[in-house]
């Protein structure tokens, strides 16, 4: 019986205030800090895109080996990110993300120290393999402790960190730069990297002793407190029915697949965003570092407003199938756009393909992981969560070294940001094509 199937109106009116109150401390609990160590993960992953400026020059690479190391990272994510979920089901959330978030931030410290192209690839590989599982083990995380219809906001203010990151940390990334350029004989660029890396080495071991693997151990807990989280999570397990648990089933089923394509198709854009947006704003004429941090921000910020907005509208409607197409659809036109734009040397109007992309790319991707829950559960979720996630990265792996490629032996984007346009827009015609509407509606209790 669900909190409000109880026997008068001001019982369960008691009751539901209650049970408010436990998931409001949860969620103050947990979310500002897994929140946070996204916000430091992705500033950690894409600060090369900043670093890329001047390193490229001092260590005399080209477009190409640097969208070979770019992209490599998710060949870490691929083979890594399987495993990590399932560790954090053996030995705890706190442990698995104390591991990641420590490993990452070693790796970022050392990049600092890259010479040669062979030390960048390997560096970037193991930056992906210690970062791996993460996003899928904190949403994975997130259902030990929240039913469905208290995830969906908790889990949109986690992924929005990664635009948040970017708002924030592009200016920072330029002003890092400027201001330490020089000291103690080493090149900003350097000095990012270090910089940018010792708090997330600091926040492995916050979130050891914040995190608390399951509601049944958590000491700052009272027992009705527990009792109420295992009362809703009973509750949404009857009221989901029947859900494929075998992973194996799954991927015969073919639903998996469909998933996989669909975000892959979203990463290809997210990733030409985040590593070639600073060059493509370069591109048509900002080459101040400082003014270029603050137009990447403003750039990000969209995608941060597509977050919230996409979210709270697919909230509103309860439907997350065409908010995750039409976000989808946004996003490709925006890079179809920057194609045109950057040809034409239009510095306005890059800046705005680029708002346009971020917003639609970026609000596609909290919405999207409301998908897999409505066809998985048990050991299925927790193993599909990190195929979708793994699988799908690799197009981070493969739209990188395409634009640096041909960028390379073109000397022009418009062919590669076109390419990766149509791959993003894949992703709209997949959810059109192929996903049921009536699955895609969220169940009302």
């Excluded at 979920?85 to 978030?101: H, P, S």
């Excluded at 600073?278 to 900002?286: A, I, Q, T, Y």
């Excluded at 609000?363 to 699988?391: D, H, K, M, T």
């Excluded at 690799?394 to 390419?419: D, E, I, N, V």
Aim: hydrophobic share 50%; charged share 15%; net charge positive.
């Amino acid at each position: 019986m669900s909190v409000t199937e109880t026997a008068s109106p001001l019982s369960a009116s008691a009751a539901l205030d209650e049970h408010n109150a436990t998931f409001r401390r949860v969620i103050w609990r947990i979310i500002p800090c897994v929140t946070l160590i996204w916000f430091l993960a992705w500033v950690d992953r894409v600060n090369v895109g900043f670093a890329k400026l001047t390193m490229m020059n001092d260590l005399h690479w080209s477009d190409a080996i640097y969208g070979a190391g770019a992209g490599i990272f998710f060949i870490g994510y691929f083979l890594f990110e399987v495993p990590s979920n399932m560790l954090l089901q053996k030995i705890g959330a706190r442990k698995t993300i104390m591991r990641i978030t420590i490993g990452w931030g070693v790796v970022c410290i050392a990049m600092a120290w890259v010479q040669t192209p062979g030390q960048f690839y390997l560096l970037r590989f193991l930056m992906g393999a210690f970062e791996a599982g993460l996003q899928p083990g904190v949403i994975l995380y997130l259902t030990y402790w929240l039913p469905a219809h208290r995830r969906g906001k908790a889990l949109g203010v986690f992924v929005s960190a990664s635009a948040v990151s970017l708002v924030v940390g592009s200016p920072l990334a330029a002003y890092i730069m400027e201001m330490s350029q020089g000291a103690a004989g080493m090149q900003g660029w350097q000095w990012l990297f270090i910089i940018e890396g010792i708090p997330s080495v600091l926040m492995g071991l916050v979130a050891f002793f914040i995190l608390t693997d399951l509601p049944s151990k958590a000491k700052w807990l009272s027992d009705s407190e527990k009792a109420h989280i295992a009362a809703e999570m009973a509750d949404e397990d009857r009221k989901l029915g029947p859900r494929e648990h075998s992973f194996a089933a799954s991927l015969k089923s073919g639903k998996i697949w469909v998933l996989i394509a669909v975000f892959f198709c979203i990463i290809a854009g997210n990733a030409t965003l985040v590593y070639y947006g600073p060059s493509l704003v370069k591109e048509v004429g900002f080459t101040d570092i400082k003014t270029l941090g603050w137009i990447m921000g403003g750039i990000y910020a969209c995608g941060w407003g597509g977050m919230v907005l996409n979210g709270w509208l697919s909230d509103r409607s309860k439907e997350t199938r065409l908010h995750t197409a039409v976000a989808a659809a946004i996003g490709a036109t925006g890079l179809l756009l920057a194609a045109y734009f950057v040809g034409e040397k239009n510095a306005a109007g890059v800046i705005f393909s680029l708002a346009l992309s971020s917003a639609g790319t970026m609000g596609a991707i909290p919405i999207f992981w409301q998908l897999p829950g409505q066809y998985l559960s048990g050991s299925a979720i927790a193993i599909g969560l990190a195929v979708i996630n793994s699988v799908a990265n690799l197009s981070g792996y493969f739209s990188p070294q395409l634009l640096g490629y041909l960028k390379s032996t073109t000397g022009r984007y418009a062919q590669g940001l076109t390419g990766i346009a149509l791959v993003e827009l894949m992703a709209t015609v997949l959810i059109v094509v192929f996903m049921s509407r009536a699955r895609m509606a969220t169940e009302k209790g």
